[in-house]
C-alpha cells in the first residue's frame, strides 16, 4: 500500500488548523468540508446534524453492514502558542488535540470511497461536533436523521502524544475513562470578620470537601474501582479582611473506568457535600458529561488485525487512558473500537499549547481506516 501523504490533505489540514472554531460553533469548518467533499459524490448528505455534524453515506445498495469511522470538528480555547505557519489565526482558540488531523483523515477516507465505493454494505463519515465538551456525540444520537444511519460499527482514533510516531494501541475493553464536572455553590450569610459566628460560613464545608477529596487526587492505576478527582477551580467570599463569606463556589472533574463506577463516584461526592453543607444552601450542577468508552472485542481485533496486514507496530500504551472521549456514546448502541496512533514520544501533549498534528499520521490513519473497512465487509 502507497503510504505517501497526500500534499493536498496536508493543505487541508493546515488551513483547518488556522481557522479553528469552538465546540458548537464549527459551522464553517462543516461547511469547507462538505464544499470540498461533494466532489466525492455521497449517496447521502446530512447537514447540521446534532449541532453542525456532518455525515456523508456511501451506500453500495447492497445488503451488508453499515460501518461508520467519525472525526471531531472542534477546536479548544486555549491560545496556541507553537510557532507554525498554519498557526491559528483566531486568538484564544486552537486546534491542540489534533482534530485537524483527523478530519484530514477522514477527508482522505471520501475521496477513497469516491473512487472505490463499498461492494455491498454502506460506510458512513461522521464529523461530529463538540466532542471536547462532551455534548456533541450524544447530540448526533439524539438527532433523528441519526436513526437512518446506525451503524453495525464504529471506528475513531485519536493521535498520542507519548506513544511511538505511527504506532497503534488497541486493547479490547475500557479504552477511556468517563467523567463528569461537577459544579457546586454554597451560599450562606455574610458577616462581620469579628463576629463570625452571626454569619454562615462556607468555608468549613468547603474545607472538608477539599479534605474527603484529597485521597482522589493522585491518580493511581486505571483498573476497576479507579476514581481520580481534580479541583479545576476553587474561590470563596470577596477579597477583603472585614468579611466572613457568605457563598463559594467549586469546579471538581471526577473520572471513573465505567459509567458504572462514575456514577457511584459521584453520587458520593454529593451525598458527602451535602452533609457537610449543614445549614447551607448547596446547588451541584453536572457539565462536560463523557461516558467511557468500551471497545467491542470483535471491533478491537478487527483494528489490530488491519494494522498487523499494513505492518504498523503496536506501541506500548497504558489503556485505558484516563483522559475521556464522547466517543463512549457510541459504545452504547454498537461495536466500537477507539484506538490510538502515536504523535511521537517527545511530542507536546494534547491540549499543550504548543502541541501541533504530525502530518506524517495522515496517511497511515488513512491506509489503516480502509484496511478495517475491508476487513468488516469481508465478514
Ligand atoms: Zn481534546
Ligand atoms: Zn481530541
Redesign the pocket.
Same mark, same amino acid.
Given at each position: 500500500m502507497n503510504l505517501d501523504t497526500d500534499p493536498s490533505l496536508v493543505a487541508l489540514r493546515h488551513r483547518l488548523h488556522a481557522a479553528p472554531e469552538l465546540s458548537g460553533a464549527e459551522a464553517g469548518t462543516a461547511r469547507l468540508l462538505r464544499e470540498m467533499l461533494q466532489a466525492t459524490d455521497p449517496d447521502q448528505i446530512i447537514e447540521g446534524l446534532g449541532g453542525h455534524g456532518l455525515a456523508l453515506v456511501y451506500d453500495s445498495d447492497m445488503s451488508g453492514p453499515g460501518v461508520m469511522f467519525r472525526a %471531531?470538528l472542534d477546536a479548544l480555547p486555549i491560545a496556541e502558542r507553537g510557532h507554525v505557519p498554519h498557526a491559528s489565526t483566531l486568538p484564544g482558540i486552537a486546534h491542540l488535540?489534533? *482534530?485537524d488531523g483527523h478530519m484530514a483523515i477522514l477527508a482522505g477516507l471520501a475521496r477513497h470511497l469516491g473512487r472505490d465505493r463499498p461492494a455491498r454494505g454502506r460506510v458512513i463519515l461522521l464529523f461530529q461536533p463538540a /466532542? %471536547?465538551t462532551g455534548a456533541g456525540a450524544r447530540a448526533v444520537l439524539a438527532d433523528p436523521r441519526f436513526d437512518s444511519l446506525r451503524p453495525d460499527w464504529a471506528f475513531a482514533l *485519536?493521535n498520542m502524544p507519548g506513544l511511538g510516531l505511527g504506532q497503534i494501541a488497541v486493547a479490547a475493553g475500557p479504552a477511556s475513562c468517563a467523567s463528569v464536572g461537577l459544579h457546586l455553590r454554597w451560599q450562606g450569610r455574610e458577616a462581620h470578620a469579628s463576629s463570625p459566628e452571626t454569619g454562615l460560613s462556607p468555608a468549613h464545608a468547603v474545607a472538608s470537601l477539599m479534605a474527603a477529596l484529597a485521597p482522589f487526587s493522585t491518580p493511581g492505576p486505571v483498573t476497576d474501582g479507579f476514581r481520580l478527582a481534580t479541583l479545576c477551580h476553587l474561590s470563596m467570599g470577596a477579597r477583603a479582611f472585614g468579611i466572613a463569606p457568605a457563598s463559594a463556589e467549586a469546579m471538581v472533574t471526577l473520572r471513573a473506568i465505567s459509567d458504572a463506577g462514575l456514577e457511584r463516584f459521584e453520587r458520593d461526592i454529593a451525598t458527602l457535600a451535602e452533609h457537610q453543607a449543614g445549614a447551607l444552601a448547596l446547588q451541584i450542577s453536572r457539565h462536560d458529561h463523557f461516558n467511557a468508552s468500551i471497545n467491542d472485542p470483535h471491533a478491537s481485533r478487527i483494528v489490530a488485525r488491519a494494522a498487523d496486514a499494513l505492518g504498523l507496530v503496536k506501541g506500548c500504551f497504558a489503556l485505558p487512558m484516563r483522559a475521556s /472521549?464522547d466517543f463512549g456514546a457510541f459504545s452504547a448502541v454498537t461495536r466500537t473500537a477507539l484506538f490510538f496512533i502515536g504523535a511521537g514520544e517527545g511530542h507536546p501533549a494534547?491540549h499543550d499549547p504548543e502541541y501541533d498534528f504530525p502530518d506524517a499520521l495522515i496517511a497511515p490513519a488513512q491506509a489503516l481506516f480502509t484496511r478495517i473497512l475491508s476487513e468488516v465487509m469481508a465478514h
Open positions: %471531531e488535540c489534533g *482534530h /466532542e %471536547e *485519536h /472521549e494534547l
